[in-house]
């Protein structure tokens, strides 16, 4: 039984079914990896052993009856940004280090009812905001692959908890690359879904018009059964899309040979690491033995992506955050001494300083006299980027490149400058401002760390995505690799 | 008279009459115990998104129709960014760039009887915030969600007029309007319809606007009045002092009468408005909005216009009448089954009806009169079987709970006596009686004939037919 872990949420989820190990078992297993861990790669900021314990129990006598959804007793975990009901959702935040939700949201709800376990709550950037993990009030995540590194971020948590097998698959959220890099760091499969194909009822919001949540696995064909139990209308998001989801599972198997790869010029600059390149590169040679076409596209206006975010994701949080106030929930500071001083101090001590930081940023570009310049400015930019992928979809089925210009970095070596920080989300945005399926699977080593190759496509074609990932990962291995310590 | 002209322009809010609020599932009866009716979303917990109530919209298109404005396509709500504690989410959903409705307008019917047009720039959707408690809680404010997310739509007028009298008439008649449409229940006492005033005075000639003074809060007719006029001495005695006015928000004090300062500009919130990216622009194409329109009940103006030609009233008559659907439909139940005299009708309703439901403070759907019984006393006065003076004690004895007219001018024995002879004989006994009065009234003094007529009508107990006693009086007292 010690390959548990190794098997991945599909063939757990048909071992489960053929009664070959109980949900108990595979919950036992798994608890015990993420306690092991711990100390080493702090994923998680809530284990809920007993609850889990209790759920796979009952999991365990629905599948003895033959019933239960697709996920029957599968466990998996939350970032800690999903709202769980009678659990700790944090947000990786003081702000809301004492906050019990009291619902689930539609996403926790649909993997519960399709028979998910959830082991527990996950560590992430505080509100999501960071691309190293490093900004969570309860303490950086280490990278499995070197504990010395990041494992990138927001969803950093759950992405080491997928790399070092501590589960099979974890949810996490993408606003500017927030499933893609992670994935990208720890060699796991990510997937951002279209804007509107999940619901973000439950999710707590930092940018409403670019959060997206999505999946973290070891593979292709786990995103797709995971993704196909998340997805769909719900009549609490007015965002989210009135559209039937396809069986993605069922629609894996699409034949390479005639795909049409788009190269984007712009993505291919000199702030991408050569040695990445080079496995970006080898991994465009698999397609083409394939039977794909590569042709180069461009997208001029992508360039300004990163400038548009930072000007639109700090608005919208700037917003989205004033809610926490110390009134109703989350922290209250101390005898406060009058309304302005509980404002004030109950923020100022809850929130971080990347958090505080946009929030300032985004106060400041929707301030009179300058939300032309900036916030309105970015939304047009904003629609030239989108029409930029409207037109390259015109010419090829998906776009196909690096998801990071460099593999993990160093804990603590970006944090003093912001910037640095924020051009790590270089490649992953444009996907978000245009609101497309993206996903980042592992492609490849440089000096023992591994390097993301990221696939876009166009609205709603998930499918397309996940198959042209899926054929990869048939023909090569590097999805299955394992870091040393974890396997 | 006057060298300084007035400008008003009110901004209205009227709550509109949904079960549920504008984006939840939350009821929105009035009066239940604090947070009773405040769901997650209304509380702005982590996670939760607002979902628009179709209704809300429906109701905000019928406004636009009935003012004849221009119903927007695609509307865009915003967020409007401010810290308070009775704002649970930090920014209260409203639409600022894009409203619902825009460019329509009302006519007012001015002292003189000239009717003046009043525009209305703008009327937007928009969520109500909920309020704080201090009563009872020594040290702590409580906060009453109750009221939060509860639809609003906001109607703002131009700066059309000139009198805090004018600025009255149209709040009246949006007030008629939106009863009439059903989208709002008009009860001023429990906030249901409110406005803020924008208040300026100028040289009279000018063609500059003035520096507004807005006066926030307002929650009944005599309110706006009153503070409109004092905000308007206040501010022409500022300039006439060689002062300047200074463009602030002012609070009204109905206790002392008076207006004063809230906030200047300078303190003014910069509220960072941007479109509210968790919702989709509201798209109504023309289907949609026909088919409200098919859902319109008859206007005021239109059923005002109606009473006075079918039924030979006045526009003043007409207008008093149709102030209220429910009032027009009591007058107009009279007139069906008492169509002899609808003027009659007319002047029965506005007077000892009205009054006796003044006096009660009763709604006229609660009067404890019915249309048919209160047609059935004027069939009797249209046919002389009482005279109106009696009427009105005979509608007071029925308003008490009595029988119908017929049975209490039976009871009392109130029939009024028709037959001349019998009014004749009463004549003759008092023109004996009073021999001294005749040879006065015969040389002269006309005024005596009053004295006669009193004197007959209490020798018949006030029922002689006074028509017929006029006349046969006056020619008995000329010796004919």
């Not at chain 1, 465009?284 to 997208?299: H, K, P, Q, T, W």
């Not at chain 2, 009255?168 to 803020?196: P, W």
Request: charged share 20%.
């Amino acid at each position: 039984m010690s390959e548990l872990h190794h098997m991945g949420l599909t063939a757990l989820a048909a071992g489960l079914r053929a009664r070959r190990f109980s949900s108990v078992e595979l919950a036992t297993a798994f608890l015990g990896r993420i306690e092991a861990s711990q100390g080493a790669l702090n994923a998680f900021i809530t284990v809920t052993r007993a609850q889990a314990l209790a759920d796979a129990a009952a999991a365990d006598q629905a599948l003895a009856s033959g019933a239960g959804g697709a996920l029957q007793g599968v466990p998996i975990a939350h970032k800690d940004l999903f709202c769980t009901r009678g659990v700790l959702t944090t947000c990786g935040s003081h702000m809301l280090d004492n906050f019990v939700s009291p619902y689930d949201a539609t996403v926790v709800a649909k993997l519960k009812g399709a028979g998910a376990i959830m082991l527990g709550k996950t560590n992430m950037d505080e509100f999501a905001m960071g691309s190293s993990n490093e900004t969570s009030y309860f303490g950086p995540v280490r990278n499995p692959w070197d504990v010395r590194l990041v494992p990138g971020g927001s969803s950093g948590g759950s992405a080491a908890a997928v790399a070092a097998r501590l589960v099979p698959g974890a949810t996490a959220t993408d606003t500017g690359g927030s499933i893609r890099q992670p994935a990208a760091l720890c060699g796991i499969t990510g997937l951002k879904p279209t804007y509107g194909r999940v619901s973000r009822y439950g999710m707590v919001a930092f940018a409403s018009s670019l959060d997206q949540g999505g999946t973290l696995t070891a593979s292709a064909a786990d995103a797709a059964l995971m993704l196909r139990e998340m997805a769909g209308f719900d009549p609490r998001d007015s965002t989210s899309v009135e559209r039937e989801v396809p069986d993605y599972v069922a629609l894996l198997e699409q034949p390479l040979a005639g795909l049409k790869v788009g190269l984007l010029k712009e993505f291919f600059d000199k702030g991408l690491d050569p040695a990445n390149e080079r496995c970006i590169r080898e991994a465009l040679r698999v397609y083409e033995s394939l039977g794909a076409r590569l042709i180069e596209v461009s997208l001029p206006n992508l360039p300004l992506s990163v400038p548009v975010y930072y000007v639109v994701a700090p608005a919208e949080c700037s917003s989205n955050l004033a809610r926490f106030d110390g009134v109703r929930f989350g922290h209250r500071c101390e005898q406060p001494r009058d309304l302005q001083d509980l404002y004030r101090r109950s923020r100022g001590e809850g929130f971080g300083a990347e958090v505080k930081r946009r929030i300032m940023t985004g106060t400041y570009v929707l301030s009179a006299g300058y939300y032309d310049a900036y916030y309105l400015k970015a939304q047009r930019v904003r629609q030239l980027i989108s029409a930029d992928f409207t037109r390259a979809f015109q010419q090829v089925d998906v776009l196909i490149g690096p998801t990071t210009p460099t593999p993990a970095f160093a804990i603590g070596a970006k944090t003093s400058d912001p910037i640095t920080m924020y051009l790590n989300d270089i490649y992953t945005i444009g996907a978000n401002l245009a609101g497309l399926p993206a996903a980042s699977i592992p492609c490849g080593f440089v000096g023992g760390l591994p390097v993301g190759l990221q696939i876009v496509g166009p609205h709603f074609s998930e499918s397309r995505v996940l198959s042209a990932a899926h054929g990869f990962q048939r023909a090569t291995d590097w999805h299955t690799r394992v870091p040393a310590g974890y396997a | 008279m006057s060298a300084w002209e007035t400008v008003i322009g009110l901004e209205i809010h009227a709550q509109l009459a949904t079960r549920s609020k504008i984006f939840s599932g939350s009821a929105t009866a009035y009066g239940a115990p604090p947070n009773a009716q405040a769901s997650l979303v209304d509380l702005g917990y982590p996670g939760v998104l607002p979902v628009l109530n179709g209704e809300a919209v429906r109701m905000a298109v019928k406004l636009g129709l009935a003012i004849e404005a221009r119903i927007a396509p695609s509307s865009v709500f915003a967020r409007k960014n401010y810290f308070y504690p009775d704002l649970p989410k930090g920014y209260q959903i409203s639409q600022y760039e894009l409203p619902i409705v825009a460019n329509g307008s009302l006519q007012i019917v001015l002292e003189d009887g000239q009717p003046k047009r009043i525009g209305i720039t703008r009327a937007h959707l928009e969520e109500d915030a909920g309020k704080s408690l201090h009563e009872g809680l020594p040290g702590v404010s409580g906060i009453d969600l109750n009221r939060a997310g509860t639809p609003l739509v906001e109607i703002v007028s131009e700066p059309d007029m000139r009198s805090a009298k004018e600025a009255v008439a149209y709040m009246k008649k949006v007030h008629t309007l939106v009863r009439y449409l059903g989208i709002c229940d008009g009860n001023m006492q429990e906030g249901s319809f409110r406005c803020d005033a924008n208040v300026s005075v100028r040289r009279a000639g000018a063609d500059k606007f003035g520096t507004r003074a807005e006066i926030k809060n307002l929650n009944s007719f005599r309110f706006v009045e009153r503070a409109i006029n004092y905000e308007v001495e206040r501010q022409i005695e500022i300039l006439e002092s060689g002062g300047k006015v200074v463009q602030e928000t002012r609070l009204y004090d109905p206790d002392k009468g008076e207006t004063r300062s809230m906030r200047s500009k300078e303190e003014a919130n910069d509220y960072r408005y941007f479109p509210d990216p968790d919702l989709l622009p509201v798209v109504l194409d023309a289907a949609f909005i026909e088919a409200v329109r098919a859902t319109l009940p008859e206007l005021p103006d239109q059923k005002a216009a109606r009473l006075a030609r079918d039924y030979g009233l006045s526009a003043y008559d007409a207008g008093v009448l149709t102030v209220s659907r429910e009032l027009a439909d009591y007058y107009e139940a009279v007139v069906r089954a008492a169509p002899k005299d609808p003027k009659l009708a007319a002047n029965w309703v506005m007077g000892e009806l009205a009054a006796a439901l003044n006096k009660e403070g009763l709604e006229i759907d609660a009067s404890r009169m019915t249309a048919a019984r209160l047609a059935g006393l004027l069939t009797r006065i249209s046919d002389q079987t009482i005279s109106g003076k009696l009427a009105k004690e005979v509608f007071e004895a029925m308003w008490s709970g009595g029988a119908d007219a017929d049975g209490v001018i039976a009871e009392r024995g109130l029939r009024q006596i028709t037959d001349s002879g019998a009014i004749e004989r009463a004549i003759d006994e008092v023109i004996a009686k009073n021999p001294g009065q005749l040879a006065e009234y015969r040389a002269g003094k006309d005024k005596l004939f009053g004295f006669f007529v009193g004197q007959v009508m209490k020798a018949t107990g006030g029922k002689a037919n006074p028509a017929q006693l006029n006349e046969l009086l006056r020619r008995k007292l000329s010796g004919g």
